[in-house]
């Protein structure tokens, strides 16, 4: 990542935009917007890969549905580069083993910390989850609330958009309300995925 670049960049958005980029109140603006959008805003693009930390299910130990509920979005749009925020829930079947319960929230947020579509974090994340813990099943929830449609464009505020993607969770109807009230688990089988990803950058796809 480049920080010298961000940063020449947003000092040319202020001078496009007609403003003093050397007035005393802007004049840190661009370094102040770099070191924001470098080390917050887009970490996910720079930080290691999630380590799972697995654990072995021991034989007779429980093998029912592990939800996360409550996991906190916040991404940038890739379309307009304004936030977009709201929740995740994270489940998972386990197979051979289980992980921390923080490392599922770790994971969220390591795909949500990059330009992004709702779409392809809740399939980032059921992905990873799916190739890394090979759970029997995994199901992840998004419900987020976009700016680029609350202050441009339609601008109506407090619309939630819902993504899901569920795969190998077997038929239970109990399960799907603990990944989500409103869905259902619907038979087994792999994860569909769309017939291309993002490739705005080589880790979008996945660390």
Same mark, same amino acid.
């Given at each position: ?9 947003? #000092? ?14 802007? #004049? ?6 770099? @070191? ?36 906190? *979005? ?28 923080? #490392?599922?929230?770790? *994971?969220?947020? =390591?795909?949500?910390?990059?330009? @992004? ?5 809740? @399939? @980032? ?10 759970? #029997?099943?995994?199901? *992840? ?14 601008? =109506? ?51």
């Amino acid at each position: 990542m480049e920080r010298e670049k961000i940063e020449a960049g947003f #000092r040319l958005v202020l001078e496009g935009l007609g403003a003093d980029a050397d007035h005393p109140d802007l #004049r840190d603006t661009p370094r102040r917007t770099a @070191q924001a959008w470098a080390e917050e805003l887009c970490a996910g693009l720079s930080e290691a890969p999630v380590a799972l930390d697995t654990m072995p299910l021991p034989e007779g130990g429980p093998a029912g549905l592990v939800v996360l509920e409550g996991i906190p *979005v916040k991404s940038m749009c890739a379309h307009h580069l304004l936030p977009f925020t709201g929740e995740a829930v994270v489940g998972y079947l386990p197979g051979d083993s289980i992980c921390g319960l923080s #490392r599922l929230s770790r *994971v969220v947020n =390591h795909f949500a910390r990059r330009p @992004q579509m709702q779409e392809f974090l809740t @399939q @980032q994340v059921a992905e990873y989850l799916e190739r890394e813990l090979r759970p #029997r099943g995994v199901g *992840v929830v998004v419900r987020g609330r976009h700016l680029c449609m609350e202050l441009r464009g339609v601008n =109506h505020p407090g619309v939630m958009t819902t993504t899901t993607l569920l795969g190998g969770l077997p038929g239970r109807r109990g399960a799907a309300r603990g990944v989500h009230g409103a869905g259902r688990l619907r038979g087994g089988g792999a994860i569909r995925r769309p017939a291309a990803g993002p490739g705005w950058w080589p880790s979008c796809s996945g660390p």
